[in-house]
């Protein structure tokens, strides 16, 4: 016959993995977020340099909300700075939990320089096929529940040859179930 004792410790085990189990499923859910370019917005410009809103579509399968707390990301043309990508203070971007939801990123470029290295980039991929890297690198900061990611490295390069086939506009999103 079973004691009082084994079946506290059986029923506490038996939440203990519910509990780990429901928490990696989330964690694998998490993982899968996925983003997908939606456009550009010209918010206007000042001393030459034009700010931007870069905005895409997050979608989140997991339970959890998942809150982007801070980014900061610059933009490169073979390897020349063209654009600033840096979140407003105390600005939270959040996407909540099974759903799909447009986040607008505040962007700064260098209006002459980003403009000369855009046009120079894909006029010398259409006339002599030479290739540019486009690059994003960066951190942001995520929170998802009760865990956060500080500085989460963002790391992207694409070709101009990637974006002329736009192969690299973003992700096919599955439908969230």
Do not use: H
Not at 18 to 32: A, P
Not at 69 to 80: D, G, H, M, P, V
Not at 136 to 147: L, M, N, P, T, Y
């Amino acid at each position: 016959m079973l004691s009082n004792k084994n079946l506290l410790i059986g029923g506490a085990l038996a939440v203990f993995a519910g509990i780990t189990y429901y928490l990696w499923r989330q964690s694998k859910l998490l993982s899968l977020v996925c983003y997908d370019f939606a456009g550009i917005e010209f918010l206007g410009s000042k001393d030459s340099v034009s700010q931007l809103s870069l905005n895409f579509n997050f979608s989140n399968y997991s339970d959890i909300p998942l809150k982007i707390t801070k980014y900061s990301i610059q933009a490169f043309i073979n390897e020349r700075n063209v654009g600033t990508l840096i979140s407003p203070p105390g600005k939270v971007f959040e996407i909540p939990a099974k759903s799909t939801t447009i986040v607008n990123f505040l962007a700064q470029a260098d209006t002459t320089v980003a403009f000369s290295q855009i046009l120079n980039s894909f006029l010398t991929q259409f006339i002599d096929k030479t290739t540019s890297k486009f690059k994003i690198k960066g951190e942001a900061s995520i929170k998802a529940g009760f865990i956060s990611i500080d500085d989460y490295p963002v790391n992207w390069e694409w070709t101009t040859e990637q974006i002329m086939m736009n192969l690299k506009s973003g992700e096919e999103c599955a439908p969230i179930t």
